[in-house]
């Protein structure tokens, strides 16, 4: 069921942006996942796509509650594909709670996701890991037990160019272990890095933590050089980094990628490079509702400065840009979304997920749609439980150009699907495509995924 909250805020984002979205081309996407509040972003490329692992906030949280992990995908860094929930709290059977910042690396075939829960035997936080044959998931523990446990929060993993595994973690300190080939044992033991002021930076005011690394890190390496991007000096937290000429060390710091800013008091970063960018990916408060425990992800794209260091990234509302176009022309699924007002997502019974909760005057924005040379038809797979109600498909706005309108019937359930057509007309070129719903009083229908004909 919608949370009465979320609604409510989302409702307070479509009156705010209807200057822009409805009268002209589309608003700005950060965060770029709406639907629900996500945390501790951790991309990964793989196979021509970004995948995004993060956290979910549970709505009107006054903690970290936090009971599973989600994964987005996107081709354009605009467009996110909900792929659910694959791994939860329950996934591991001696965990008890704290589904926390993690993140996914793939070797081999497989995909490893290492995240922070509570361990149940001793009450600490304790590293597992999941593991799967798709990025998407189901994962399941790999090992049944934690990988390590010393109370500590946060594990990023790295693969060096000699096939060399290392996981790190921690908060307060920050450590490190090798792992092996088989990434869930590692050789040796947990090995803690020396948290110096020349490798961390200095802060003020706290004598029992000299140095600014406070937690989140994310090490990787580009041209030679190892880097360690962390949430510094809590609270408010902002982002810094260090490198180093090796994956252990010595590490020196280098200054703020991201200064403290945002609505929410902590900061988690993840960098990757797609398609010839570089993308920071972070978490604020930006959503109605939202705060230091109902946080959202957002993206900006940067460039290395020529030195290899990093320039200094300031949030926006606009988040990257997009990199290329989106086909309509084959088969999209309907929790593809640059922007939203109002819908949520859930598991559909033909699986994957299907939009739901749609209201009259609910809308979804996909950006970029390269119509070509005209479409003439529009086909989506839709359910209802009520009596339905009516898809427009307008350009550029929630009340822009009309393109067509498909008539959603009532099919006696919420997941009895069925597969309904209508023609459209004046849909050339590239534009926004807004799917704007409409109907009675109350849930209207769900829709699976679409696709237009014609091109």
Same mark, same amino acid.
């Given at each position: 069921?919608?949370?009465?909250?979320?609604?409510?805020?989302?409702?307070?984002?479509?009156?705010?942006?209807?200057?822009?979205?409805?009268?002209?081309?589309?608003?700005?996407?950060?965060?770029?996942?709406?639907?629900?509040?996500? =945390?501790?972003?951790? /991309? $990964? %490329?793989? @196979? !021509?796509?970004?995948?995004?692992?993060?956290?979910? #906030?549970?709505? +009107?949280?006054?903690?970290?509650?936090?009971?599973?992990?989600?994964?987005?995908?996107?081709?354009?860094?605009?467009?996110?594909?909900?792929?659910?929930?694959?791994?939860?709290?329950?996934?591991?059977?001696?965990?008890?709670?704290?589904?926390?910042?993690?993140?996914?690396?793939?070797?081999?075939?497989?995909?490893?996701?290492?995240?922070?829960?509570?361990?149940?035997?001793?009450?600490?936080?304790?590293?597992?890991?999941?593991?799967?044959?798709?990025?998407?998931?189901?994962?399941?523990? =790999?090992?049944?037990? /934690? $990988? %390590?446990? @010393? !109370?500590?929060?946060?594990?990023?993993?790295?693969? #060096?160019?000699? +096939?060399?595994?290392?996981?790190?973690?921690?908060?307060?300190?920050?450590?490190?272990?090798?792992?092996?080939?088989?990434?869930?044992?590692?050789?040796?033991?947990?090995?803690?890095?020396?948290?110096?002021?020349?490798?961390?930076?200095?802060?003020?005011?706290?004598?029992?933590?000299?140095?600014?690394?406070?937690?989140?890190?994310?090490?990787?390496?580009?041209?030679?050089?190892?880097?360690?991007?962390?949430?510094?000096?809590?609270?408010?937290?902002?982002?810094?980094?260090?490198?180093?000429?090796?994956?252990?060390?010595?590490?020196?710091?280098?200054?703020?990628?991201?200064?403290?800013?945002?609505?929410?008091?902590?900061?988690?970063?993840?960098?990757?490079?797609?398609?010839?960018?570089?993308?920071?990916?972070?978490?604020?408060?930006?959503?109605?509702?939202?705060?230091?425990?109902?946080?959202?992800?957002?993206?900006?794209?940067?460039?290395?400065?020529?030195?290899?260091?990093?320039?200094?990234?300031?949030?926006?509302?606009?988040?990257?840009?997009?990199?290329?176009?989106?086909?309509?022309?084959?088969?999209?699924?309907?929790?593809?979304?640059?922007?939203?007002?109002?819908?949520?997502?859930?598991?559909?019974?033909?699986?994957?997920?299907?939009?739901?909760?749609?209201?009259?005057?609910?809308?979804?924005?996909?950006?970029?749609?390269?119509?070509?040379?005209?479409?003439?038809?529009?086909?989506?797979?839709?359910?209802?439980?009520?009596?339905?109600?009516?898809?427009?498909?307008?350009?550029?706005?929630?009340?822009?150009?009309?393109?067509?309108?498909?008539?959603?019937?009532?099919?006696?359930?919420?997941?009895?699907?069925?597969?309904?057509?209508?023609?459209?007309?004046?849909?050339?070129?590239?534009?926004?495509?807004?799917?704007?719903?409409?109907?009675?009083?109350?849930?209207?229908?769900?829709?699976?995924?679409?696709?237009?004909?014609?091109?």
């Amino acid at each position: 069921m919608a949370s009465a909250l979320r609604r409510a805020g989302l409702v307070i984002v479509a009156l705010l942006c209807t200057a822009t979205v409805i009268t002209g081309p589309a608003r700005a996407d950060n965060p770029i996942i709406q639907t629900i509040y996500t =945390a501790d972003p951790a /991309p $990964l %490329v793989h @196979n !021509g796509r970004v995948y995004l692992y993060t956290g979910h #906030d549970e709505d +009107g949280s006054t903690y970290f509650t936090m009971k599973e992990w989600r994964v987005w995908s996107s081709a354009d860094m605009v467009n996110w594909t909900d792929h659910g929930s694959p791994m939860s709290v329950s996934t591991f059977a001696w965990a008890s709670a704290d589904a926390w910042a993690g993140q996914t690396i793939e070797r081999n075939g497989k995909f490893y996701w290492y995240v922070p829960v509570k361990d149940r035997a001793s009450g600490q936080m304790a590293i597992g890991v999941g593991v799967s044959t798709s990025p998407t998931g189901p994962f399941t523990d =790999a090992i049944g037990r /934690p $990988l %390590v446990r @010393n !109370g500590e929060i946060d594990p990023t993993v790295f693969i #060096d160019d000699n +096939g060399q595994a290392y996981l790190y973690w921690g908060n307060p300190n920050l450590w490190y272990v090798r792992l092996n080939a088989d990434m869930i044992s590692y050789s040796g033991s947990p090995t803690q890095i020396p948290l110096t002021t020349a490798g961390f930076g200095t802060r003020t005011g706290n004598a029992s933590r000299p140095t600014l690394y406070e937690e989140g890190p994310w090490v990787f390496k580009r041209n030679g050089l190892y880097y360690n991007v962390f949430a510094a000096r809590c609270c408010s937290e902002f982002i810094a980094y260090s490198t180093a000429p090796g994956p252990t060390g010595p590490w020196t710091y280098r200054g703020t990628v991201m200064p403290t800013q945002g609505g929410s008091f902590t900061n988690h970063a993840g960098i990757v490079d797609f398609n010839g960018g570089s993308y920071f990916f972070y978490h604020n408060g930006a959503l109605p509702g939202g705060g230091g425990y109902t946080r959202s992800v957002a993206v900006e794209k940067f460039t290395y400065n020529a030195d290899g260091t990093i320039p200094t990234i300031t949030m926006t509302t606009s988040g990257a840009p997009q990199v290329g176009t989106l086909n309509p022309y084959v088969r999209q699924e309907a929790e593809t979304i640059a922007w939203e007002s109002g819908v949520e997502t859930e598991r559909a019974s033909e699986g994957g997920m299907n939009v739901g909760w749609i209201e009259n005057g609910d809308y979804i924005k996909v950006k970029g749609v390269a119509f070509g040379s005209g479409a003439t038809s529009f086909t989506a797979r839709v359910a209802s439980a009520s009596s339905g109600g009516r898809i427009e498909l307008r350009l550029d706005g929630a009340n822009g150009q009309l393109v067509g309108t498909c008539t959603v019937p009532g099919t006696g359930g919420w997941q009895t699907w069925t597969t309904v057509t209508c023609p459209v007309s004046g849909a050339t070129g590239t534009h926004d495509l807004y799917f704007r719903y409409a109907g009675g009083s109350g849930y209207l229908f769900n829709v699976n995924w679409w696709q237009f004909n014609g091109g």
